[in-house]
């Protein structure tokens, strides 16, 4: 039935306004948005502190979650990180994984996430046996999002090899790898196209890396998004020596290899185009295909800070991850990507407030398949989330500042609402579906073995 949200602040096109009603259809839509209401109109929820639009996580692996606090012991590499990576891939089961999964999405309803990009490669049985339902394991993850009460696009991930090989022949999957192998291109097509969405999840796809799918397989997976309209995504120049290996076999970059298959474009995201030359920042502005960043990962891992700043300007529309989910913050995220462009560059100022929250918001929905959310207008879908503006990092400044403070103090821990199709989904801190967040992540963790 329909409702209406006063918001106390609200972030509308940009600006703070005061005293917003939001009144909410029953189809989960935002029927009108009513500015300069003083006090909360007669049966309207309050919403006390700033209202933004819902947070997208655009580059999710809701597996890795396990990992945290067990590999930032000790010093390594990403490879190092790796091999901890697949030990935990090896033990998840669809059951299991939906209990990680639901504790881990719970978690980011929390921190105002409505919306998800699962980079979904766990596709089979350890060993690479097959389930009887041979989508099982993404299943598992859509339902675990609908129980948390949020949004999902699930990108079901190519994985066919280890690596590059000798010239351009590619080695086979390894052991802890043939559970994210189909195979072939074509079989992974397959397995893909036998998935039905549901109201709240959406269908995209992604090529795990160029040094995980051969190059003749690329056209492949990105035709096959192409022809339903589908995002489509993968890991870009996460490491350099993937961009050597890429020269030896291919003789180019990563972003060359993509670009001559056909893989960049609009509606293609690449993560983390850490290790660009000035030639691939061209190509992916050229061709309009956005970025995601994902900064407290690639700070975590050690692998680099990206060109952020020289993508937005060759025109990638750039957007957030949280990743391996060392920790689960959108605000951080955008806080981290304009604080790591300063420390590149050793210059402030590269994104306003507005323009980071929109890279956490409606450019992260748009990235993955929802262009109707992120925006808090009539017409759009009613996902919202309210930032505290009396926490102990927040209180201080003036209202009118409050987009400053959600960006630069502001942390998931002073989310207060979250609200998912004009439900209630966090409510004052707690989470509305999943009783003990804490608790059914602990029990998640601890089934999977240390």
């Not at 993404?138 to 949004?151: M, N, S, V």
């Not at 890396?209 to 489509?232: D, I, M, N, T």
């Not at 970059?253 to 056909?262: E, F």
């Amino acid at each position: 039935m329909p409702l209406t949200y006063w918001a106390e602040h609200a972030w509308l096109n940009g600006i703070v306004e005061p005293g917003v009603a939001i009144e909410v259809g029953g189809d989960g839509l935002i029927a009108a948005v009513t500015t300069g209401t003083a006090a909360p109109p007669p049966g309207a929820e309050p919403l006390r502190g700033l209202t933004l639009p819902g947070l997208a996580n655009a580059h999710s692996h809701a597996f890795h979650r396990a990992l945290r606090g067990t590999v930032q012991i000790g010093s390594g590499t990403f490879w190092t990180w790796r091999e901890v990576m697949y030990r935990y891939a090896s033990r998840l089961t669809p059951d299991t994984y939906h209990a990680l999964a639901r504790a881990v999405y719970a978690e980011m309803a929390l921190a105002g996430v409505t919306c998800v990009g699962e980079f979904h490669y766990l596709h089979h049985a350890p060993g690479g046996g097959r389930y009887a339902e041979p989508n099982a394991m993404g299943e598992a993850l859509i339902a675990a999002a609908g129980d948390a009460g949020i949004r999902i696009t699930l990108l079901d991930t190519a994985y066919l090899a280890a690596g590059f090989g000798t010239g351009r022949r590619y080695r086979p999957p390894e052991h802890h790898q043939l559970r994210f192998s189909d195979g072939t291109a074509d079989a992974w097509a397959e397995r893909a196209s036998a998935r039905v969405p549901s109201a709240h999840a959406r269908l995209g796809a992604a090529i795990h890396s160029v040094r995980a799918v051969p190059a003749e397989a690329l056209p492949v997976v990105a035709g096959w998004a192409r022809e339903r309209g589908a995002p489509l995504h993968v890991h870009l120049s996460e490491q350099t020596a993937e961009n050597d290996a890429c020269r030896r076999a291919h003789g180019g970059t990563p972003t060359r290899l993509l670009a001559d298959h056909g893989v960049l474009g609009r509606g293609t995201t690449a993560v983390h185009a850490t290790h660009l030359t000035s030639g691939d920042i061209r190509l992916l502005g050229d061709s309009a295909t956005g970025v995601c960043m994902c900064p407290t990962t690639e700070r975590d891992l050690a692998d680099g800070i990206g060109p952020a700043g020289q993508l937005h300007t060759a025109g990638s529309a750039l957007c957030l991850g949280s990743d391996s989910h060392a920790v689960i913050d959108l605000l951080e995220e955008a806080r981290a990507m304009e604080l790591n462009e300063r420390l590149r560059t050793r210059t402030r100022g590269h994104w306003t407030a507005a323009q980071l929250l929109r890279a956490a918001s409606a450019d992260g929905h748009a990235a993955l398949g929802w262009p109707e959310a992120g925006r808090i207008e009539t017409g759009a879908l009613a996902d919202f989330t309210t930032v505290a503006l009396d926490s102990v990092r927040t209180a201080g400044p003036l209202p009118r500042l409050g987009a400053e403070t959600a960006v630069f103090a502001a942390t998931g821990a002073d989310i207060r609402h979250t609200v998912v199709a004009g439900r209630h989904i966090v409510r004052d801190g707690g989470h509305r579906n999943v009783e003990d967040v804490p608790a059914a992540l602990t029990k998640a963790v601890a089934a999977l073995g240390d």
